[in-house]
């Protein structure tokens, strides 16, 4: 009867708020307004959506996932509504999240409403980082005009994402996971392989510092890996020759995809990741040798093929990996823009000069002009809260760490390749964020809470250390 009673108020109140509403669009409406059509939409396919995802929200999760995974479709751009500030695709997915959570919790019965994630990610850490965030965001806006809800209250609005994560098992969502990436990672070596075939770049992307066009997009990079990873670990697991097969193919097209997107950090997380996977997962040495020999054949045809439909890839490929740091143009752009930024750190370390200062420099005669993000998110967050919100961010990346190592103690085999998969793919993206705009970008910023709420929906057990693998 308590929860009834409490309901009931809130429930009186959103109908208030929702009649009030429909009357102000009524009167926009009347007046002619072109907005007005669009507003009066807008409830109608947030109803549709709601009722696709009231059964299950995790479907958000993974369109997290889809709107990144599936470029050059144009499903990450800011959405055609003038409201003052740009509403991206991720930023709707967070409030569906919530909203849905919220609405699952006032109209069902008591022993059916939604739980929630049980993790110091979301408690104590997030609530410091999120004052100190709100504190640099009003600092901000009072010296340079800078709206509150910009693109820095994401770095705490995102954390929302959780909401769809509530009651979601690990073993559906690990499932969930490959076939998403699985698809993925075969689309976007089609169109590696078309754009090769055709001579033309379908991503947009601009043209590489050390010569060249990139064929993929950069970020695809890190989802590329997140394949080959999801691919080793299942290899690990699964004993089927059709399913090995399977998994060795992932493994051969996101080797593809990420040669295409000639991203050189990734190259390198490859190298790191990747040993210590077949280090640690025995099985898959075996297994992946058993089908070296039916590899080979093509293998062959693929480096025969490749040249002769693109001259200039493997070149490309190569000046990526061999051109030395003080003639790339790009090292010399970030190295000048972390001085730029660095200036501002240096007059306030400890609390900002606030978000939305602008940062002018010059590369090659060409003039820049930054706001705080030199491709460094560590920076940018240093330069805009100070020390107090660059603390607080790695302390939440640090609980981060420790209440995977909690899951790993204790969690099922299943339940262990779902964190592994989840933290490494995290990893990759905190090591990106250190050399480009990862989290400055609203889908990709997505992905990163998304990474960092989904080892969570591992519930932690004591019952002792279990093996890893």
């Known amino acids: 009867m308590h929860g009834v009673a409490v309901r009931i108020p809130v429930v009186l109140t959103a109908v208030g708020v929702l009649v009030a509403l429909n009357i102000g669009l009524g009167v926009l409406l009347v007046s002619g307004e072109k907005k007005a059509m669009v507003l009066a939409i807008l409830p109608v396919v947030l109803v549709g959506l709601g009722s696709l995802i009231a ?13 990144v995974l599936f470029e050059p479709l144009p499903l990450t751009g800011a959405l055609p509504l003038s409201v003052g500030v740009q509403i991206y695709p991720s930023d709707l997915l967070v409030l569906l999240a919530v909203g849905s959570w919220v609405a699952a919790w006032l109209i069902g019965a008591q022993d059916a409403r939604p739980s929630s994630l049980r993790t110091r990610v979301l408690s104590w850490p997030l609530l410091l980082f999120g004052l100190v965030l709100c504190a640099a965001l009003v600092h901000g806006h009072l010296r340079y005009g800078t709206s509150i809800v910009s693109l820095s209250l994401r770095f705490l609005v995102y954390a929302g994402i959780a909401a769809a994560l509530t009651d979601l098992r690990p073993r559906d969502a690990y499932r969930a996971v490959v076939v998403l990436f699985y698809s993925a990672t ?3 070596a089609l169109v590696a392989a078309h754009d090769i075939a055709t001579g033309k770049t379908s991503t947009g992307s601009a043209s590489l510092s050390t010569g060249g066009e990139r064929i993929l997009a950069g970020s695809t990079a890190m989802f590329m890996i997140g394949t080959l990873l999801l ?3 299942n290899l690990e697991r699964d004993r089927r020759a059709s399913r090995i097969a399977l998994h060795l193919l992932m493994v051969a097209l996101s080797a593809f995809a990420l040669a295409n997107t000639y991203a050189r950090a990734n190259f390198a997380l490859v190298a790191l990741l990747v040993p210590l996977f077949l280090l640690v997962f025995r099985n898959v040495r075996f297994r992946a040798a058993s089908f070296v020999p039916l590899a080979v054949p093509f293998v062959v045809a693929a480096a025969m093929l490749v040249p002769r439909l693109d001259s200039s890839f493997l070149p490309t490929l190569v000046d990526r990996v061999t051109t030395r740091p003080g003639t790339d143009t790009s090292v010399k752009y970030r190295r000048i823009a972390y ?8 007059e306030a370390p400890i609390t900002g000069s606030g978000f939305g200062r602008p940062a002018t420099f010059t590369v090659n005669y060409q003039r820049f002009t930054i706001v705080q993000d030199p491709h460094n998110q560590f920076l940018y967050l240093w330069a805009g809260g100070g020390l107090l919100l660059l603390g607080t961010f790695v302390l939440l990346l640090v609980v981060y760490v420790w209440e995977v190592w909690r899951r790993l103690r204790t969690g099922t085999p299943d339940e262990r390749r779902l964190v592994i998969w989840a933290a490494s793919l995290w990893f990759v993206f905190v090591v990106n964020s250190l050399s480009g ?17 989904l080892p969570m929906v591992v519930r932690p057990r004591d019952r002792g250390i279990a093996r890893l693998v």
């Open 55 to 67: 059964s299950n929200r995790a479907v958000l999760v993974f369109a997290a996932f889809a709107i």
């Open 186 to 188: 075969v689309w976007q």
């Open 231 to 233: 691919a080793l670990l």
């Open 339 to 346: 001085g730029a930024v660095w200036s501002q750190i240096r």
């Open 437 to 453: 705009a990862i989290l400055t970008v609203p889908h990709l910023l997505l992905v990163f809470w998304t990474l960092m709420v």
